[in-house]
């Protein structure tokens, strides 16, 4: 079956515009997470969800960045009024909930906010 | 609280040498440790994790638990191991499971 698929690849936006980015997991995986991937900085976990529900949402670095799930399948990540400081590689994985270790990457979408 | 920690952000060594990427960890309970690698261009993928005691691509990782180190080796380093490298700490607490990430090595072999 198919991977983990990101959308939109890139995306460039200006400064405080809000943007929306899309993670469809791999089909049947209850864990979905994101992550952050600046240069330099390695990989920054944002929130965690099981099903619909996110349990932790402790990466989540400010209240610009929200994210959900529905149906248990896709999930949204909008960050609002975007800062050039957003600027990164968004990263999305899933895993099943028996080996939840092993999770599936995306292919990332990388935000330009100029 | 857990931490883990990939001291080198760079490691540069020739083809042929052997090569060791540094993990360290810091975890109250009975950890379960994993190395993720990132291919230039590729997906973020699991290459190996301590339960298993596995060799992938020549590469072997001993979970050491009183240096709580994780280190991860392989003889003979070749280019095509050039690639990010991530150290990652299994968290299961109650309804919480996610990894806790190093912040990457990245490894260049050269010719």
């Known amino acids: 079956g198919a991977g983990v698929s990101q959308s939109p690849s890139n995306k460039v936006t200006e400064k405080g515009k809000d943007v929306e980015l899309r993670c469809d997991p791999i089909?049947?995986?209850?864990?979905l997470y994101w992550y952050r991937q600046s240069l330099g900085q390695g990989l920054e976990f944002l929130i965690y969800f099981q099903g619909n529900s996110a349990p932790d949402k402790s990466g989540l670095p400010s209240d610009r960045f929200s994210a959900e799930r529905t149906g248990g399948s896709v999930s949204t990540l909008t960050i609002q009024r975007t800062q050039q400081e957003d600027s990164a590689v968004y990263l999305c994985?899933?895993?099943?909930?028996?080996?939840?270790?092993?999770?599936?990457f995306g292919p990332g979408t990388r935000l330009t906010v100029l | 609280a857990q931490r883990v920690t990939q001291p080198e952000k760079l490691l540069s060594v020739f083809k042929g040498a052997p090569v060791e990427l540094k993990c360290n960890y810091s975890y109250s309970g009975s950890p379960e440790l994993f190395w993720y690698v990132q291919y230039s261009r590729q997906r973020l993928q699991l290459l190996l994790r301590?339960?298993?005691?596995?060799s992938i691509k020549g590469f072997t990782a001993d979970l050491n638990k009183g240096e709580t180190s994780f280190h991860l080796k392989k003889p003979f380093a070749q280019e095509e191991d050039s690639a990010m490298y991530y150290c990652?700490?299994?968290?299961?607490?109650?309804?919480?499971?996610?990894?806790?990430w190093g912040l990457g090595t990245s490894l260049a072999v050269n010719p």
């Open positions: 994985a899933s895993s099943s909930l028996t080996a939840y270790n092993e999770q599936f």
């Open positions: 301590h339960i298993s005691r596995e």
């Open positions: 089909s049947g995986h209850t864990a």
């Open positions: 990652a700490l299994s968290l299961n607490a109650g309804n919480n499971r996610k990894l806790i």
